[in-house]
């Protein structure tokens, strides 16, 4: 992918935090700080330049075979309006990260071997090759399944740097009963919870979705990421972020969140199946090619409470996986 030379700084203060934007030379010279251009009709992704992409705040290809290639064309075809709106922040916070040799006393496998085990907050896949610099996935969003229901809140993501790291970077969705269905974005390293900020369009339950988390691919030595609702053809885009995450591992998770007051899980209900596909990453220690999550050395995580199971995800076949809800967790906040 392309590696920007140069970039052009331009601040912008968005929810109360300093946001740092890089573009490259072509995208300065076509791109006004305060324009938010979408797309024109006929727009052909395969025969546009990254300057082009960039500028209707468009993903770049991944380094993929013909069958990616494909799939990435179809999600940038799917981008039809582009909503630049940052919304209101997100209560709930997120757990601690999970770097280090244990998590709540659960010892975690070596970095590179394949595993299976448990955590209070997350179910899901992590690749732990290292060298990680781009994930992405598609999702639909779960749907609560009981109409009256105490407040409960849910987010499903991709990150870099979430497991073994120390700083991670992550967007998804999240399923709260209170706010609504929304994507969202975090940076998180050592120090106290932020709340998740959400961006882009409201979201449906049952829509599909596409995200892509990267670092060093769109802008040179900061992060990214993509938003994509491939049902109402709305998508959204961060921007470039100065921030550099963990490269440790990379992540395809639901979570349970906390509580903002006190640290506390959140009460969880059951939601749909939330069913994940091309579920992909890209290492620099395998030539920054694209390859499913299954090519990497993947830990399976099961969500427990006590001794209940909450959620767990199913095999990973050839481009994703299904994570299923199976109990609802009680509020320790």
Request: charged share 15%; aromatic share 12%.
């Amino acid at each position: 992918m392309a590696k920007w030379l140069a970039t052009l700084l331009i601040f912008c203060v968005a929810m109360g935090n300093v946001l740092i934007f890089a573009l490259s030379p072509d995208a300065r010279a076509q791109v006004a700080p305060s324009a938010c251009l979408a797309p024109p009709p006929g727009f052909d992704p395969l025969h546009a330049s990254a300057g082009q992409l960039l500028r209707y705040g468009l993903p770049l290809p991944p380094n993929g075979d013909q069958a990616q290639i494909a799939t990435w064309a179809a999600v940038i075809r799917q981008s039809a309006q582009r909503d630049c709106h940052s919304g209101a922040t997100i209560v709930a916070r997120q757990p601690p990260l999970h770097g280090g040799n244990s998590i709540d006393g659960v010892v975690l496998q070596p970095r590179g071997v394949e595993g299976a085990f448990t955590s209070p907050a997350w179910s899901g896949y992590v690749a732990t090759d290292g060298g990680f610099d781009w994930v992405s996935a598609q999702w639909s969003v779960s749907c609560w399944q009981a109409i009256d229901m105490p407040p409960t809140t849910a987010a499903t993501w991709v990150g870099l740097g979430g497991w073994f790291g120390t700083r991670l970077l992550q967007g998804g969705t999240t399923e709260d009963w209170r706010q609504g269905y929304r994507f969202w974005v975090e940076t998180y390293a050592d120090g106290p919870f932020p709340a998740l900020t959400a961006i882009g369009p409201q979201l449906r339950c049952g829509d599909q979705v596409a995200v892509q988390v990267d670092y060093n691919v769109t802008c040179s030595r900061q992060s990214s990421i993509h938003f994509t609702d491939l049902t109402s053809r709305y998508y959204t885009w961060t921007g470039c972020i100065d921030w550099a995450p963990s490269t440790t591992d990379a992540e395809w998770i639901t979570e349970r969140l906390r509580c903002a007051s006190d640290g506390g899980l959140t009460q969880l209900e059951q939601t749909t199946p939330t069913l994940w596909t091309q579920a992909e990453a890209e290492s620099t220690y395998y030539e920054n090619q694209t390859y499913p999550a299954g090519f990497f050395d993947d830990q399976q995580v099961t969500m427990t409470e006590n001794s209940k199971t909450l959620a767990t995800p199913g095999p990973l076949r050839s481009d994703g996986f299904t994570i299923n809800w199976l109990a609802s967790g009680t509020a320790s906040c």
